[in-house]
């Protein structure tokens, strides 16, 4: 039987206990086309459980309180991480400790692999998936800037089609996604590297802990020009953003150290970060200049290589 509430929870209920305070329905389809159905069924009603390290969290707290799990982790076909011609293919329930051990993931999306060896603890990256770490949409979601600066795309599938969008696309504000109630994030598609280096840094309260702030740059540098370059924050702004005017700023220009400080010091004008538990939004602004600058000159060594 399912309990609704019509008051405001105790307080004990909406901590991060062992409880969930609720009743709710559970399924652990075993294919793809039967998770389908059942988000076709239930639509905004269900929610997809993959790894559980963000939403086993929420449902204690009663941040959201589905009606229907959908328990995803038995679709075995979901997890793989493999080139096709040009193309890297991630499947959404791949681990965050697949993509760690992934010789693929560290040579083709270096800034993927960094952001896979800072996330969490082993024991969270043995159970966080990808997709669900994008689908969660956290501002903080380690896994969004380095996939916007290798331009990757979200493979998205429901019962009556599939689409593919720019993972720019995916994340519209914190917790919110373009995803339909019965779609799924079934792939991340992302193009071969190319000549171009990538990494990406944070600083958190302390290791294990969610992204205070975080960059990730990719640049390709030809006759000491550059010819390529893309910058992503997250945890700045109500969702991972590109930082264009820096992007801009670096474009064409000739590398060396005032050009790099001076883009560096430019994201400040397009991060719009929040005072919150882990930091002040004035250490935000400041802290981004040089996660930026460090990401830069890292990826910089890197595709020099």
């Not at 896979?116 to 903080?140: F, I, Y």
């Not at 390709?220 to 700023?249: Q, T």
Request: hydrophobic letters at 40%.
């Amino acid at each position: 039987m399912y309990v609704t509430f019509n008051s405001r929870p105790a307080p004990v209920n909406l901590r991060n206990t062992r409880i969930i305070p609720f009743n709710f329905q559970y399924f652990e389809p075993e294919s793809l086309d039967e998770a389908l159905q059942l988000l076709s069924q239930y639509g905004p009603e269900a929610k997809i459980l993959a790894g559980g390290t963000d939403l086993l969290v929420k449902m204690k707290m009663r941040t959201v309180v589905p009606k229907y799990i959908v328990n995803i982790k038995r679709i075995s076909r979901l997890r793989y991480i493999v080139m096709d011609g040009e193309l890297l293919r991630i499947g959404a329930l791949t681990t965050w400790r697949d993509l760690e051990k992934s010789e693929l993931v560290r040579e083709e999306v270096p800034a993927l692999h960094d952001a896979a060896k800072s996330m969490g603890s082993v024991q969270v990256r043995c159970m966080a998936t990808v997709g669900g770490n994008l689908c969660n949409a956290s501002p903080a979601a380690d896994s969004a800037p380095p996939l916007l600066v290798h331009e990757a795309k979200a493979k998205l599938t429901s019962k009556q089609k599939t689409r593919t969008i720019k993972i720019e696309e995916l994340i519209t504000g914190p917790g919110k996604t373009t995803l339909r109630s019965d779609e799924l994030l079934e792939e991340i598609i992302i193009p071969r590297r190319g000549k171009g280096g990538s990494s990406f840094i944070k600083i958190g309260r302390v290791a294990v802990d969610l992204a205070i702030a975080s960059a990730a740059t990719y640049v390709v540098v030809e006759d000491g020009v550059v010819s390529e370059i893309r910058v992503a924050l997250g945890s700045v702004a109500p969702k991972p953003i590109r930082a264009r005017g820096c992007e801009a700023m670096l474009k064409g220009r000739k590398i060396n150290d005032d050009v790099l400080r001076a883009a560096s010091e430019a994201v400040v004008s397009e991060v719009s970060p929040i005072d919150d538990v882990r930091s002040s939004a004035w250490y935000r602004r400041e802290v981004s200049k040089a996660l930026v600058y460090d990401s830069l000159v890292r990826s910089l060594a890197r595709a020099r290589r």
